[in-house]
């Protein structure tokens, strides 16, 4: 079946660590997106990537960073530098940046602090 | 950034009943989307919407794109308990190269 596939489900830091959330996707789709989503609020941008080898800071980029060195892949990285990590993260794709077609999303890692 | 204010937060309703929920922008969008989200979940597209003025319907769903562009409503008619779940409005301006801005959600109960 082709999707967004988000890894791990759950995963939880301890303080000072960096931990990478991986995101693939079989759709051939362009655009990727990071989310961060905290309860009771929307869905707030961290990074977005339009193409292969490059990426954009969203509204919230600081304490995280990302990659883009192949199409189906866009991993997120929660560094040590992030105080308030905990949160649930989706990743999204669309299929052409310039076009209005919408985002899907993948189910969503969730980040706790040991 | 662009705030999409979003009502309301939450609502309480019976089986059976009717539900309507609203977004307005400060600022025009050239898409409008409502995606549904149950617990642990990503969220799932249910309309799209491209067109001020266009009124589209997905089964017992319907939304509408406001012809100002700066609002857009979802109906879900007839409620049932799998209607349970955090629905979300998002928008795209003509620039935003696909970014998204998302209200802050509505959550939704059905009692059986």
């Known amino acids: 079946d082709g999707g967004i596939t988000q890894s791990p489900k759950y995963l939880f830091r301890k303080e000072g660590q960096n931990v990478t959330l991986s995101c693939e996707q079989n759709?051939?789709?362009?655009?990727m997106y990071w989310y961060r989503q905290d309860p009771g609020q929307g869905l707030r941008l961290i990074y977005y990537?339009?193409?292969?080898?490059?990426?954009q800071k969203g509204d919230i980029a600081e304490g995280y960073s990302v990659s883009r060195e192949k199409k189906e892949s866009f991993p997120l990285t929660v560094t040590s530098a992030q105080k308030n990590p905990t949160a649930f993260y989706l990743c999204?794709?669309?299929?052409?940046?310039?076009?209005?077609?919408?985002?899907?999303f993948g189910d969503g890692t969730r980040l706790s602090i040991l | 950034g662009q705030q999409l204010n979003q009502s309301p937060q939450s609502m309480f309703i019976q089986e059976g009943e009717d539900v309507s929920m609203n977004c307005t922008s400060s600022?025009?969008?050239?898409?409008w989307l409502w995606y549904k989200q149950d617990p642990g979940e990503g969220p799932v597209l249910l309309i799209a919407?491209?067109?001020?003025?266009e009124l589209t319907s997905n089964g017992r769903l319907t939304a509408q794109f406001g012809i100002t562009r700066k609002d857009s409503f979802l109906n879900i008619s007839a409620s049932i308990p799998s209607d349970v779940g955090i629905y979300f409005c998002?928008?795209?301006?003509?620039?935003?190269?696909?970014?998204?801005?998302f209200g802050q959600g509505t959550i939704l109960t059905v009692h059986p």
């Open positions: 999204a794709s669309r299929k052409d940046r310039a076009s209005n077609q919408p985002q899907h």
């Open positions: 759709l051939n789709h362009d655009a």
């Open positions: 990537s339009q193409i292969v080898n490059d990426f």
């Open positions: 600022s025009i969008f050239n898409t």
């Open positions: 919407l491209y067109k001020a003025g």
């Open positions: 998002a928008g795209a301006g003509g620039t935003s190269y696909g970014k998204l801005t």
